[in-house]
């Protein structure tokens, strides 16, 4: 499909990125383009001009420490998925990054269009809300809780871009993702993490927007074992429905998808930072 | 022996091409002439289609080409009141806008159906107008309304969008299940009961009476979804007229150069074939898709001569979800009778085929070829067969891989599991039953066919031998420990293979190399190695020295395109007798040069030799330089120098032509076991293991390609692949974000072996090969899953094997009483 007539700018600066998103309401951020660039080709949105994200430094790089694993917005998915400190801190995030798309999307695509983005079949936003992590934009941070809104809705304002991701380290976390059979997105995924916010347990790709499973989260705060999830089952009402999966389908998936994400939080515990470290 | 007659290989120069260009065969190949027929030979257009080198249609850019885009409908069933195209045409760079209207008042004719023979039950079907425009209704969503030509895609797309049409909404019939039920609405309404033909096969009265002493009656209804043949490339076509030679020029991706070219000729442009010139280079694979004639073909051939300029139009992929024309999609509602051993007494079938909303020309072709092979491998005494075509608001049907003759086997097979399940016999214990033996060959169907040769027990024997049938429980026992139901089918196939006739080429240079000119028409199946493979075991000629020529309707002169595993057999039969005609001209020369009788001449490894005199010989590479030579005269030795005569003087050639009649019958039998996870619902293909006997092998490794390309699509079909409609009739499965296709995580390591019975019927004794997977494995899948349900209770599912479709029969069976005493 023919792709409508923009501008394009990459600007070096954050400042100046922010000012060319101001200069015009239809001008829009460009991160991988994993997204944007096939909504173009189908032109259900016309930008006036694309901001490149890609040479702005304050979006780039991870840093790792005892408490947190911070990433930045442009980090691509084949970065997180193999980067040895997030491999070893939060396991379950560089799995999930490996099981996205194919290379080139890996390659490409970014945690900051991902989240920003917020489609419901996508898998960081249960990443980002099972951890309990903090999204820092250009003007404030914003707890994950509060970030995703609805379906591809978050709390971000015109014209503010999220700089990195904040992730506490969990003591154990586990994601299983059932995927669409055709395109390899979210059908529904569970992520179940436990750490210094507690226990955890967030669902994606089965309701309009990723959220908790608090019956989940109440059955574990004090018994994290597969015992404890006996028995467990999520309403099916509100739950999104397709050609692929029926809202009861995707309800069953997730208490499939929690119990088996408990396994393998539980068979497969971070690397915890020696207090001499 | 003179040695100025050896074979040289020439020096090499700066022009040579690189061996690594060529074929090569794999180290260790023991035989003599290893890259003749039988040996694995790896492709030789590979490397050039592999490193960026192909030719395809989109590759083609004409001086002063536009871009041609279709408005297509959103709507499932319309009549179009207007078409408002002035806002389109203020768009800067728009050149044309083409309607319905404009089709009509130029004359061109409507897209024809070719597929329905006369001898249809009551010699009648209900014909569909098919202009390459909508005229004033909109059958499916999809169909062509205007055609926008602009200097760039952009401006026509802008164009398009901006072009205004009032529909009026009409009912909706977009499924087979909707078009047949009592009341639908009509697609066409001259068609009551949506139906367009009705066919008959076998024998109502006999199968009445077979039924009438059964001891058990079994009933199934089967469902054969639609698919979308998806090939990698996407149809592309350049459309050119050109006032300097009066013709119209079309580029394009088609799968059969001739076959567009006659239609388009005697069809659409009403102008004789010669004024038409189709150009097929590089074509990315069809599986039946790109086979007949499509309306953007007559389009930009149209709006070309129109606007006195080329015109492109390429297909976009979600595009090609409502313009290509679809595959399978039928209904069958079966019943078998049984004696109490558990022989098959009689068949009965009837099925309902989806043939979309308007004829085009293969569209008949899989509900009526298909259900010919109904008997499968098995000797069903009385068989009676109803075909209906109908007809629904959903894009037109044509071939697609194994055309009808997948569901055939899926119906047959089906029916006997049913069965065997009934009167309490293992499903290999009811398919030995009613083997046909090869003792009772040719065997006559109860429907008409005639099987020339088969040994279907023993090509079953080997594969589940191939398959560890006998291993299955232990390997069962091993998935549930891990929490996984494993089961495992098996499905026995045979199918009919090479229509129609076919003629080949073969010709000489004046620097002794050769050119086949084919009649059929590779666009994947690697013909360019295949054919060059005989041409060097019969000519003896290198393999670099074999060029291979197709696709072009100036340079061929005539054929009949690849479809149906037909080429190795038509075409290959073909190529044989070329070469044959080829040695006996060169025979005659040959005789001249050695002073010989041509009838005392042998031909041996590529030489003409006096076997039974003194062994003087003369490769065939030195007659066919001689047939060029400038002077005309052709010498023995240091004999007289003789004056050649004019037939032999201007190059040597051989034209062969074959038709298979009879038909052939590959047939083999294939083996999956699958593990089910019974609390999502997910399938997994844990082994494939199949025998094929597709008569003499050619070549290994291309027909392992060809099989295990198959059973991919076999895997993809079973598992994953169906266009789905609502009920406005909109697709919903128009991208591959929702159309699920095979992914190499698919599928197992799939065992593959061959167990030939040549055939007789023709020269090669090969049979077709390139359908085998698709024909034969989706019911031993289907079967498998269902053999892991079993204990669930589950007896029936149907295609595709989604996880939520499965996950849901499980749901439905564990909440059903029944079921309890399975458990
Ligand atoms: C074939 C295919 C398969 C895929 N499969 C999956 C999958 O299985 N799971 C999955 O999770 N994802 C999948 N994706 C999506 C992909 O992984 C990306 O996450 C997604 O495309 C968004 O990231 P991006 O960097 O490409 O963003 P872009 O496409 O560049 O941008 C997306 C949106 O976010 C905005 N944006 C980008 N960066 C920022 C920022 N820093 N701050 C504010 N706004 C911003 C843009 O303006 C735009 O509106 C798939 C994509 C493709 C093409």
Not at chain 1, 58 to 85: F, K
Not at chain 2, 28 to 45: H, K, Q, T, Y
Not at chain 2, 98 to 126: F, H, N, Q, W
């Amino acid at each position: 499909m023919s792709v409508p007539d923009f501008a394009y700018r990459r600007p070096a600066t954050l400042a100046e990125a922010l000012d060319l998103l101001r200069s015009d309401p239809e001008a829009r951020a460009l991160a991988g383009g994993q997204t944007l660039i096939p909504a173009l080709k189908q032109r259900m949105t016309r930008p006036s001009i694309l901001v490149d994200l890609q040479s702005i430094p304050e979006m780039r790089g991870i840093e790792v420490d005892a408490d947190r694993v911070s990433i930045g917005a442009m980090t691509p998915h084949a970065v997180t998925a193999t980067d040895p400190r997030i491999r070893a801190a939060i396991p379950a995030l560089a799995a999930m990054a490996a099981r996205v798309s194919h290379p080139q999307v890996r390659n490409l695509g970014t945690m900051g269009g991902s989240i920003a983005n917020n489609d419901p079949a996508a898998d960081y936003p249960a990443a980002v809300l099972g951890l309990g992590a903090e999204i820092e934009t250009t003007r404030r941070r914003i707890a994950a809780d509060d970030f995703f809104l609805g379906l591809f809705t978050t709390a971000l304002e015109p014209g503010e871009l999220v700089l990195r991701i904040h992730f506490p380290r969990p003591d154990n976390c586990g994601y299983v993702k059932f995927a669409n059979p055709a395109s390899g997105y979210v059908t529904t995924g569970a992520f179940v993490a436990r750490g210094p916010a507690g226990v955890r347990v967030a669902i994606n790709g089965a309701g309009p927007v990723v959220f908790r499973f608090t019956d989940a989260e109440a059955r574990l705060a004090g018994d994290f074992t597969p015992a404890a999830l006996d028995g467990l089952s999520l309403p099916a009402a509100g739950l999104n429905s397709d050609i692929h999966a029926s809202a009861a389908y995707r309800a069953r998936l997730a208490a499939v998808g929690t119990r088996r994400a408990l396994a393998i939080a539980l068979a497969q515990p971070p690397e915890q930072i020696k207090e001499s470290a | 022996m003179d040695s100025s007659h050896m074979p040289r290989r020439p020096r090499p120069g700066p022009f040579d091409r690189p061996a690594a260009e060529l074929g090569h065969a794999p180290e260790g190949v023991g035989r003599m002439n290893s890259m003749g027929i039988g040996a694995p030979l790896a492709r030789i257009e590979d490397i050039r289609l592999v490193t960026g080198n192909g030719r395809f249609a989109n590759n083609v850019t004409v001086p002063g080409q536009l871009r041609g885009y279709v408005l297509r409908s959103p709507l499932g069933h319309a009549r179009i009141r207007s078409i408002d195209v002035s806002g389109a045409l203020e768009v800067p760079g728009l050149v044309a806008v083409l309607t319905g209207e404009d089709y009509a008042r130029d004359g061109l004719g409507d897209m024809p159906c070719v597929s329905i023979p006369p001898t249809i039950k009551g010699g009648a079907y209900v014909p569909t107008p098919f202009p390459a425009l909508a005229v004033d209704t909109v059958r499916c969503v999809g169909s062509e309304v205007a055609f926008v030509v602009a200097e760039t895609l952009s401006a026509a797309v802008e164009a398009a969008e901006r072009i205004v049409v009032d529909y009026e909404p009409l009912p909706v019939a977009p499924t087979l299940e909707a078009a047949i039920a009592p009341g639908a609405p009509l697609v066409w309404p001259d068609a009551p009961g949506n139906r367009c033909f009705y066919h008959e096969l076998g024998d109502a009265a006999a199968c009445d009476a077979a039924f009438d002493g059964a001891a058990h009656v079994v009933k199934g209804r089967i469902r054969n979804q639609r698919v979308a043949g998806n090939p990698l490339e996407p149809r592309t076509c350049i459309g050119r007229y050109d006032p300097a030679d009066g013709r119209f020029h079309l580029t394009s991706s088609t799968a059969n150069p001739h076959r567009l070219r006659l239609l388009l000729s005697e069809h659409i442009f009403r102008i004789p074939a010669h004024r038409i010139h189709v150009v097929a280079g590089d074509v990315g694979g069809g599986f039946g898709t790109k086979g007949g004639l499509y309306p953007e073909e007559i389009l930009v051939l149209w709006a070309a001569w129109r606007v006195g300029r080329p015109v492109k139009w390429v297909c976009e992929r979600s595009e090609a979800f409502l313009a290509d024309f679809n595959g399978r999609d039928q209904i069958a509602d079966a019943e078998m009778a049984l004696d109490a051993d558990g022989r098959v007494l009689g068949l009965r079938v009837e099925v309902n085929h989806n043939l979309g909303s308007a004829l085009g020309p293969s569209t008949a072709h899989p509900p009526l070829v298909g259900t010919r092979m109904l008997s499968g491998v098995y000797a069903f005494p009385a068989m009676h067969v109803k075909i209906n075509g109908i007809f629904t608001n959903s894009r037109t049907l044509t071939t697609y891989r194994g055309a009808g003759r997948p569901e055939a086997t899926l119906i047959v097979e089906r029916m006997l599991d049913l069965a065997a399940e009934k009167v309490g016999l293992d499903p290999v214990e009811i398919r030995r039953r009613n083997f046909i033996r090869p003792e009772q060959m040719p065997y006559r169907t109860a429907i008409g066919e005639t099987y020339d040769c088969g040994e279907f027990e023993a090509v079953t024997d080997a594969a589940l031998a191939l398959a560890d049938w006998d291993g299955f429980e232990a390997r069962r026992r091993t998935s549930e420990g891990r929490g996984l139901l494993r089961g495992r089918g098996l499905s026995c196939y045979i199918e009919v293979c090479a229509t129609l006739s076919d003629r080949m080429e073969v010709r000489f240079d004046s620097s002794g190399c050769v050119s086949i000119l084919a009649g059929t028409f590779s666009y994947g199946q690697g013909h360019e190695t295949t054919y060059a493979q005989m041409v060097h075991d019969w000519l003896g000629v290198p393999l670099d020295q074999i060029r291979f020529v197709q696709g072009d309707t100036d340079i061929i002169a005539t054929g009949r395109g690849s479809f149906g595993s037909r080429s190795m057999t038509v075409g290959g039969s073909a190529l044989r007798k070329a070469c044959e005609n080829l040695i006996a001209m060169g025979a005659r020369l040959a005789s001249l040069m050695l002073d010989v009788e041509p009838e005392a001449l042998d031909f041996v490894d590529g030489s003409y030799v006096w076997t039974a005199g003194d062994r003087r010989s003369v490769p065939l590479t030195e007659v066919a330089k001689t047939s060029f030579a400038w002077r005309g005269s052709a010498a023995y030795n240091s004999g007289p120098p003789r004056q050649i005569p004019a037939d032999l003087w201007s190059g040597l050639e051989g034209v062969g032509h074959f038709s298979a009649n009879p038909q052939n019958y590959p047939n083999g039998c294939y083996v999956a076991e699958v593990e089910v996870d019974p609390e999502t619902g997910q399938v997994r293909v844990d082994r494939i293991a199949g025998v094929d006997d597709v008569g003499t092998v050619i070549n290994p490794l291309l027909l392992e390609g060809q099989v295990i390309g198959g059973c991919a699509q076999a895997v993809g079909q079973v598992l994953l692949e169906a266009v789905v409609h609502d009920a406005e009739g909109q697709v919903l499965s128009g991208a591959f974000t929702d159309y699920g296709m095979p992914r190499a995580e698919d599928f197992p390591h799939m065992v593959l072996s061959n167990r030939p019975v040549p055939t007789q019927t023709n020269p090669l004794g090969v049979k077709g090969g390139a359908e085998t997977g698709t024909i034969g494995l989706p019911p031993a899948i289907l079967s498998a899953v269902l053999d892991a349900l079993r204990p669930l209770g589950v007896r029936d599912l149907s295609m595709p094997l989604t996880p939520m479709k499965v996950w849901a029969a499980i749901d439905a069976a564990s909440s059903a009483p029944v079921s309890k005493e399975n458990s």
